[in-house]
Nanobody, 124 residues
């Protein structure tokens, strides 16, 4: 069973920092990229960052470049989103999502798996 479990959300002051974690299980036979997606109150989900399965490629939406960093710890099967210089507009529910390819299949189709989300609130 595939599970993605986010943690690390909470309340932060503007200018503060939080680190989100995404613990992945059930994808031992898969190559997978991890994306971070957030949903602000009353808005649609917004892609903000991703890290490739190999870890050698990361991307960020312009609004978080220079402030957020995504990384991974393979030994723990965990991905991280380090968020610095937080702003009130960073408030929202943050999700991690995996796009996975099963290496046991000769021509695998990508499958998506999502975590349950963690709330981040930036407020003074």
């Amino acid at each position: 069973q595939v599970q993605l479990v986010e943690s690390g959300g909470g309340l932060a002051q503007p200018g503060g920092s939080l680190t989100l974690s995404c613990a992945v299980s059930g994808l031992i036979f898969h190559y997978y990229d991890i994306a971070w997606v957030r949903q602000a109150p009353g808005k649609e989900r917004e892609w903000i960052s991703c890290i490739s399965g190999s870890g050698d490629s990361t991307q960020y939406v312009n609004s978080v470049k220079g402030r957020f960093t995504t990384s991974r710890d393979n030994a723990k099967n965990t991905r991280y989103l380090q968020m610095n210089t937080l702003k009130p507009e960073d408030t929202g529910v943050y999700y991690c999502a995996a796009e996975a390819l099963d290496r046991r299949e000769p021509d695998p189709s990508p499958k998506e798996f999502w975590g349950q989300g963690t709330q981040v609130t930036v407020s003074s």
